[in-house]
C-alpha cells in the first residue's frame, strides 16, 4: 500500500495548504447501491492519512443522511478545526427533480 501523500496547493493568494484532491463522499450513505459503514469509514481514514483536506458532502445527500454519517469522522479528526470548510446549497428537489429554491429548511 503506498504511503505517498497526495499534492497541496496553497488556497488562494496567502491561504492554507490544502490537498490537491479531495473524496466525494455521495456514495458512502445512498447513490450507488447498498453501502458498507466499514468500507466507508476505512476509506474516509485512508484518505485522511494520504493528505485529503477535502470531503465532499451535502445535506442533500440522502436528505441530511451523509453528513449524520460524516460527523463523527469530522469531529475525530478534528476536522472542523481546520480551514478551509467548505459548503454547499442546492434547490430543494421533487419528483421530476426541478430546482425551486435555494436554502435549507
Known sequence: MSTEKIETVELGTGGPRVGAQGL???GMSFAYGPTDADEARATLE????????????????????NEKFLAPFVRAQELAQLEPIAGQVAGERYADMSSTSAGRE
Open 46 to 65: 485512508r484518505a485522511r492519512e494520504l493528505g485529503v483536506t477535502l470531503f465532499d458532502t451535502a445535506d442533500m445527500y440522502g436528505r441530511g443522511e
Open 24 to 26: 466525494g463522499c455521495m
